[in-house]
């Protein structure tokens, strides 16, 4: 089984700030993980990925994720965010288990996040 | 270009009908699936496809059907079975390459009401 838990349904940052939105996962097998954003309205874009090769991950718009085994996390960071940062982002886990292609994606629950001048 | 189309973007329903949403991408994908999102609840899965005249059940199907005549479609009738259709329908399809740890590619939604 598989799960994914964001820690914060809210962030709140001023504009030029750094931006952290948390992500814990659980997962019976090597897990690929993701990040997507989703404006209002709109279809999910992803962000990055992680599928076990760098656990440093970068990806659009400046946003980057470190996968941390011993932790089970994949927290999102931005160094300062944008006003365009304002939206919904959810991390999202799927396992290939038992060498099937089936990539079964679970979703967090999402996290707002709200950008102020 | 390539990528996925979902139509219509809203919809609106009587209580006691049927209707489809349709979902049409273009990337050669041979996965499709189809999501609801509600407020607070993030992504649930309804039903996916992994191949042409092939699909299966995801967490909450009740209510749904779906069809994969085509590679490149994957329409999804909400039954008057349905007992709160009201949501943001979302599509997406994955290439089969590399298992499941390609990511999905993600439709613009409809959205539906049901008055």
């Known amino acids: 089984a598989q799960s994914v838990t964001q820690l914060d349904s809210h962030v709140s940052v001023s504009e030029g700030t750094p931006v952290l939105l948390r992500c814990n996962y659980s997962?019976?097998?090597?897990?690929?993980l993701f990040w997507y954003v989703q404006h209002p309205n709109k279809g999910l874009q992803l962000l990055l990925k992680?599928?076990?090769?760098?656990?440093l991950v970068k990806g659009i718009n400046g946003f980057e994720a470190e996968f941390k085994k011993s932790e089970t996390s994949f927290h999102l960071t931005k160094p300062s965010a944008h006003m365009s940062d304002a939206a919904e982002y959810f991390c999202?886990?799927?396992?290939?288990?038992?060498?099937?292609?089936?990539?079964?994606?679970?979703f967090g629950q999402g996290t707002i996040l709200t950008v102020h001048p | 270009d390539g990528g996925i189309t979902q139509s219509p973007k809203y919809l609106f329903r009587k209580e006691g009908q049927n209707v489809t949403l349709s979902c049409e991408q273009n990337?050669?994908?041979?996965?499709m699936y189809w999501y609801r999102q509600d407020p607070g609840q993030g992504l649930r899965l309804i039903y996916y496809?992994?191949?042409?005249?092939?699909?299966q059940k995801g967490d909450i199907a009740e209510g749904y059907s779906v069809s994969r005549e085509k590679k490149e479609s994957f329409p999804l009738t909400v039954t008057s079975a349905q007992k709160n259709p009201t949501a943001f329908y979302l599509c997406?399809?994955?290439?089969?390459?590399?298992?499941?740890?390609?990511?999905?590619?993600f439709g613009p939604g409809t959205r539906l009401t049901v008055l």
């Open positions: 997962s019976s097998y090597s897990p690929s």
């Open positions: 999202v886990v799927s396992v290939d288990a038992g060498g099937t292609s089936y990539g079964k994606l679970t």
């Open positions: 496809s992994q191949i042409v005249n092939d699909f």
């Open positions: 990337l050669n994908h041979d996965a």
């Open positions: 992680y599928t076990s090769a760098a656990t």
């Open positions: 997406a399809s994955r290439g089969t390459l590399a298992g499941g740890r390609n990511e999905q590619f």
